[in-house]
Nanobody, 124 residues
């Protein structure tokens, strides 16, 4: 089992920045690829970013490429999502997720463990 707890969400104006954090506990953290997903009311859960277990391969949705940066610190069992130049369309609940192995980073169905989510609201 892997337990995930997100933090760092909030209400900001368009153009601002936020940094989401995800604290992991349980099984060996470094063996898991980590992802961030988001979901807004009436929409399906959407891939945002992912990082492999070593931290040297990163993947982004086109909608956030160049604005968001995912990183991880295996020594601290932490994953981060730095979000810059936020837009109102980034408003959603953001979830941290963990999966074993590589590949299929974009599909939420492949992730076995999820946090409870943190709300990000961007006002125009």
């Amino acid at each position: 089992q892997v337990q995930l707890v997100e933090s760092g969400g909030g209400l900001v104006q368009a153009g601002a920045s936020l940094r989401l954090s995800c604290a992991a506990s349980g099984r060996t953290f470094s063996g898991y690829a980590m992802g961030w997903f988001r979901q807004s009311p009436g929409k399906e859960r959407e891939f945002v970013a992912a990082v492999n277990w070593g931290g040297d391969s990163k993947y982004y949705a086109d909608s956030v490429k160049g604005r968001f940066t995912i990183s991880r610190d295996n020594a601290k069992n932490m994953v981060y999502l730095q979000m810059n130049s936020l837009k109102p369309e980034d408003t959603a609940v953001y979830y941290c997720a963990a999966k074993l192995g590589g590949g299929n980073y974009y599909y939420y169905q492949r992730y076995a463990y999820w946090g409870q989510g943190t709300q990000v609201t961007v006002s125009s």
